[in-house]
């Protein structure tokens, strides 16, 4: 039994500078802009072909992501949006609304079942290690620039129940290319699960 839980501002960041980190190199230098992630996909992918009993995905509204957020939904997810500060335009309770949900599943369900953060936030770590603590098993799901050390060494201690996954061997599956004028430039490549690690 899975409960995924989906910090999109994250994740989508940690594509783009796999992608492209400004600096040169990366994946596909150049198309930072142009990144998108595959949902579908992503949710397949996290979900590993196991029964989801609770998916949430949070983020904040934009404007003109609308159609972003309705596909995530589709995907299977619980969207839970926050308001921008009306000042600073910045993300605000975000990172609060996606810990509160991990923290639910922790003591709403009897028993412990297997959680997979999509994320590459360190600040998520004292969630996790109450996770793990309770008998959960936690699986860490991110692309590898960018991503905190502090949630990679998960996989260390508690019985093996700590699980780091890189999405990196698995980008051009997990993300396209898209123009300024909605034209798909690179697709998705077909989803393969083959050796995608799990607990």
Not at 32 to 37: D, F, K, V
Not at 42 to 48: G, K, P, T, V
Not at 87 to 95: F, H, I, T
Request: aromatic share 8%; hydrophobic share 40%.
């Amino acid at each position: 039994m899975v409960h995924l839980f989906w910090n999109n501002s994250n994740l989508f960041a940690r594509a783009q500078d796999t992608c492209d980190p400004k600096l040169g190199g990366g994946k596909e230098p150049g198309q930072r802009l142009a990144l998108r992630l595959e949902f579908a996909a992503m949710f397949d992918f996290a979900s590993a072909g196991r029964t989801v009993e609770k998916a949430v995905a949070v983020g904040s509204i934009p404007p003109g992501m609308a159609a972003i957020w309705e596909r995530l939904g589709k995907a299977g997810l619980i969207v839970d949006l926050q308001e921008r500060g009306a000042a600073s335009g910045k993300e605000q309770g975000v990172d609060q609304a996606l810990q509160l949900e991990m923290m639910r599943s922790l003591v709403d369900r009897k028993n412990p079942a297997v959680a997979v953060l999509l994320t590459g936030d360190g600040g998520f770590r004292p969630d996790v290690d109450r996770l793990l603590d309770g008998g959960w098993g936690v699986e860490v799901l991110s692309f590898s620039n960018g991503f905190s050390p502090k949630l990679r060494k998960i996989a260390v201690g508690h019985g093996g129940r700590g699980k780091y996954v890189d999405l990196d061997p698995w980008y051009d599956r997990l993300t396209y290319l898209q123009d300024p004028g909605w034209k798909i430039v690179r697709p998705a490549k077909p989803l393969d699960l083959a050796g995608r690690p799990k607990l």
